[in-house]
């Protein structure tokens, strides 16, 4: 990249669960399970989480005829991005910063069957959920010793803050960054089960799996 470029791109590979609108507007909402591992009284145990990102398509959305062109149950790859908008709150009525996803190309995945063998079948590529995002340092905040609050500005034309949390943070990384600094950050998103609560103030969010500076903004202390 180069110096003071902002990235912002974010890729998903699942099974599509919804898709909303017409020809020229909607969302698509994709499955993507993934396998968590924890250990419990001393054993390792693994369990599925899958999270349900939607994804809004409009006249911006390269690949066309998105709701013509796909349907419930396809496998899909999308390839996106994050933007942050004002929007009334549906809950109190209250206008906030909402991120949302947006859809930049979208196609059809293979089954790993049909790629090899040429013959349809049921395996599929694995699912992915992953955000990549490169800006400056607007905010960032500790919730607790071990979960920070971070804001992203990924403005280029448009104002673009993002907001996005960090779990299980490294103790006191929160002191070596300063406000104005250009950061990189691998996110995933993590969204809410809806069916548990009608009163969610954030249905998806952006979640940080790991977060440094660029190689040439660390001093000899980090090297």
């Known amino acids: 990249m180069k110096p003071g470029e902002i990235m912002n791109e974010a890729v998903f590979c699942g099974r599509i669960v919804s898709i909303r609108g017409d020809e020229n507007s909607g969302t698509v909402t994709v499955a993507c399970p993934a396998v968590t591992t924890t250990r419990r009284s001393g054993k390792v145990e693994n369990g599925v989480r899958v999270n349900y990102p939607s994804l809004s398509y ?19 790859t999308i390839k996106g991005y994050v933007q942050a908008y004002l929007g009334l709150d549906k809950n109190n009525g209250e206008t906030r910063e909402i991120t949302s996803l ?28 992953e955000v990549y ?6 905010g960032i905040v500790k ?26 943070a490294r103790a006191g990384i929160a002191s070596e960054y300063s406000i104005g600094d250009r950061v990189h950050i691998l996110a995933m998103v993590q969204t809410v ?3 548990e609560s009608r009163h969610i103030y954030s249905y998806q969010d952006i979640v940080i799996l790991d977060f440094g500076k660029p190689a040439s903004s660390k001093t000899p202390e980090d090297v």
């Open 102 to 129: 947006y859809i930049r190309e979208m196609f059809h995945d293979r089954s790993k069957m049909e790629k090899v063998f040429g013959i349809p079948g049921r395996t599929y590529p694995e699912t992915k959920n």
């Open 193 to 195: 089960d809806t069916r």
């Open 58 to 76: 409009n006249k911006n959305t390269i690949t066309p005829d998105v709701f013509g062109s796909f349907k419930r149950g396809d496998y899909v």
């Open 143 to 168: 919730r607790t010793e071990r979960v920070l609050a971070v804001r992203l500005d990924l403005s280029t034309e448009h104002r673009n803050l993002i907001n996005a949390v960090y779990y299980n």
């Open 133 to 138: 995002l490169t800006g400056t340092l607007a």
